[in-house]
């Protein structure tokens, strides 16, 4: 188990923090949760796992929570599966079961691991900043899609996404996801926004329809409509103050 997560003093005001076994389990899904996008086989299917998700089971998390108990402190599977549910009931998790397994995913999971592939990753000072400058002309490139073209079009989703995935073909999953978004009333500068902050913050470089399914799920629970109201809504939860003279570089499209 590689890597490292971080936690907010903040935990001392949590129900779990007044429970050992409770405090111990929630302990053990951060540790086992993934740092970056990857994938997973099981009875040969495979499985994708976003930041902050992994794969267990009753047996095999029961196992791993009584590792180095003595006998009178282990905990037998259907009790250390309330306490998991009773984490899900305070909003730490979520759990998505399956008749084989289940996909635990740690809510709010960035907080707890910003920097994760920067330290696993060992980069130096000046290697972060050339990784930042490429990002950042990567965007500026994207800034420079002429919002209109010899017919008068304006920039479109699937310039966004040529820009972004490197293709000019989007695949169906990503139409029919678009699509999906659209039928709920949002406009294609809200799926342009939605798609460039999950290429900005995917480990995996092209974002999955998964992570933009997570990252929209996000959006239309707190009404965020682009990523300068979803930055502003993360400084704001970790008490960071808008700066009124550091304008947003990374945004090209016009506040909603």
Not at 10 to 31: G, H, M, N, Q, Y
């Amino acid at each position: 188990m590689d890597g490292w997560f971080k936690l907010h003093r903040k935990i001392t005001e949590s129900p779990v923090f007044t429970d050992p076994e409770l405090l111990r389990l929630w302990l053990l899904c951060l540790a086992k949760a993934t740092y970056k996008e990857t994938s997973v086989v099981i009875d040969r299917q495979q499985v994708t796992l976003l930041p902050g998700e992994f794969i267990t089971g009753r047996k095999s998390l029961t196992n791993d929570y009584n590792v180095g108990l003595k006998p009178r402190h282990k905990k037998k599977e259907l009790s250390l599966w309330r306490d998991l549910k009773f984490l899900e009931e305070c909003g730490n998790l979520n759990i998505k079961s399956t008749n084989k397994y289940s996909v635990i995913s740690i809510v709010k999971w960035s907080e707890y691991q910003e920097s994760e592939q920067q330290l696993n990753n060992n980069r130096t000072t000046d290697e972060q900043q050339l990784n930042t400058n490429k990002k950042l002309k990567n965007l500026e490139n994207l800034n420079n899609i002429s919002t209109t073209t010899d017919d008068d079009r304006e920039i479109t989703l699937g310039d966004t996404y040529t820009k972004v995935c490197g293709t000019f073909v989007m695949p169906e999953t990503f139409r029919q996801f678009f699509t999906t978004v659209r039928s709920q009333g949002y406009t294609e500068v809200f799926c342009i926004e939605l798609l460039l902050e999950a290429s900005e913050s995917s480990t995996a470089g092209k974002p999955s329809v998964r992570y933009l399914q997570t990252i929209f799920d996000r959006w239309h629970k707190e009404g965020i409509y682009s990523r300068v109201q979803s930055k502003e809504r993360k400084d704001s939860e970790r008490g960071i103050k808008p700066s009124a003279d550091k304008p947003d570089r990374l945004a090209f499209i016009d506040n909603l």
